[in-house]
């Protein structure tokens, strides 16, 4: 592996994320969208696009028009759906940029029709219909009524969705959702592209057109999926404690005497779950225990011998182990989600492919 310049980074394997790619689209009866909001969760959402337009993905999906945004600035030109529900005030941005909104509220259609009259600009929309989750969307029943009305307004609907609420946790409410974006799509026709299923949506009860985020990045477990993300540490100091010497805030560990100890430059500012991380794995890959809490921004770990400061640590691994963000976020008492959109945007990120470094992206 060639040496990265760097005393912590997050690597993403871009070998690992075509491999999941591959997977989640042979089992796909229709069209994979890779979903990138939160930057991708935390992966870096150019880098990310760029790479997965190169492998054919037609579209992808964000959250906020920012982040559509960063996309198109960086060049990427596919088709770029903002999920949610777009605000009446995010229209013009949306249709400066080119990014496709989801609409939920005659308000938004409105506005929408509204500034891209103003300039000159296509109004283009996927619908959102509520099959259940009650959080966004037209009430599925109204669905024929509420695109009439979109449509009226001069928007061109190209799409039309719902979200599944309880994927992975009641297999029966999955198939109302189903039952009931059925009739939304018989009741509508065809000639508009209809998607629905999330990743354990697709893992577990299979789909057509799907939207996945978790599962492309490799964090479901038992599908022979892989994460793509590690984060990496070289230590920037290495020392041998005396008896009785406390180690960190509180003081909690308290040292024998003799041991070694190396200090890693991240911490819980980078999104290391505090209080969860328990090990990181040595230069060979073995587990080793952190010695008391987690600060800020350095974390302290107990070595069985000295190591240079060129050492690099996995603080994180590819993997469902001890050191994996599922580990990481059980021991949070979370989902994955919730800790993988944590890890700080101040490590480089070191995009791999194979043996090869594609790109390093710095924020
Ligand atoms: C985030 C999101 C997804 C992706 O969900 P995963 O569980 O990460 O696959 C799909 N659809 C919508 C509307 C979303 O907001």
């Known amino acids: 592996m060639p ?48 790479f997965l337009c190169q492998r054919g993905a037609r579209r992808v999906a964000v959250a906020a028009v920012g982040e559509g945004r960063t996309l198109r600035r960086g060049g990427v030109e596919g088709e770029v759906l903002l999920l ?17 909104p989801s609409l939920s509220t ?6 929408l029709a509204a500034r891209a009259r103003a300039l000159g600009l296509t109004p283009r929309a996927h619908l959102k219909v509520d099959t259940g989750m009650r959080r966004v969307g037209f009430p599925w029943e109204e669905a024929g009524e509420a695109l009439r009305a979109v449509e009226a307004l001069g ?3 190209e799409g039309v969705y719902t979200h599944l609420a309880t994927a992975g946790e009641d297999a029966a409410f999955v198939e109302v959702q189903r039952r009931r974006f059925q009739r939304v799509r018989e009741a509508l026709g065809e000639g508009y592209f209809y998607h629905l299923e999330n ?15 978790l599962a492309l990045y490799g964090l479901v477990p038992g599908f022979g999926l892989r994460p793509i993300l590690r984060l ?3 230590p920037t100091l290495v020392k041998r404690l005396r ?5 960190g805030y509180g003081g909690e560990y308290v040292a024998r005497g003799g041991e070694w100890l190396a200090t890693l430059p991240v911490g819980y500012a980078d999104g290391l779950p505090r209080g969860a991380v328990r090990h990181v794995r040595g230069p060979g890959g073995e587990l080793l225990p952190l010695a008391g809490r987690i600060s800020m921004d350095q974390t302290t770990v107990l070595l069985p011998g000295p190591l240079p400061l060129e050492a690099v640590f996995e603080v994180l691994s590819p993997d469902f182990g001890p050191t994996g963000l599922l580990a990481w976020a059980e021991a949070r008492g979370t989902i994955p989600y919730e800790v993988v959109v944590h890890l700080s945007r101040r490590l480089p990120r070191v995009y791999r492919y194979g043996e090869e470094v594609r790109e390093v992206a710095n924020s």
Not at 10 to 29: C, G, I, S
Not at 199 to 213: A, F, I, T
Request: glycine residues 10%; hydrophobic residues 50%.
């Open 3 to 50: 040496p990265v310049e760097a005393r912590a980074w997050v690597e993403v394997d871009l070998l690992a994320l075509e491999a999941n790619l591959a997977l989640l689209r042979a089992r796909a009866r229709g069209e994979v969208i890779p979903v990138l909001k939160a930057d991708a969760y935390g992966h870096g959402a150019l880098p990310l696009a760029r």
């Open 106 to 111: 005659l308000e938004a259609a409105r506005a």
């Open 155 to 157: 928007v061109r609907v």
């Open 243 to 247: 008896p009785g010497d406390r180690v």
């Open 84 to 100: 949610g529900s777009l605000h009446p005030l995010e229209a013009e941005e949306a249709l400066r940029w080119n990014l496709v």
């Open 199 to 213: 990743s354990y949506g697709l893992l577990l009860h299979g789909g057509e057109n799907v939207r996945v985020g």
């Open 232 to 234: 990496l540490a070289r």
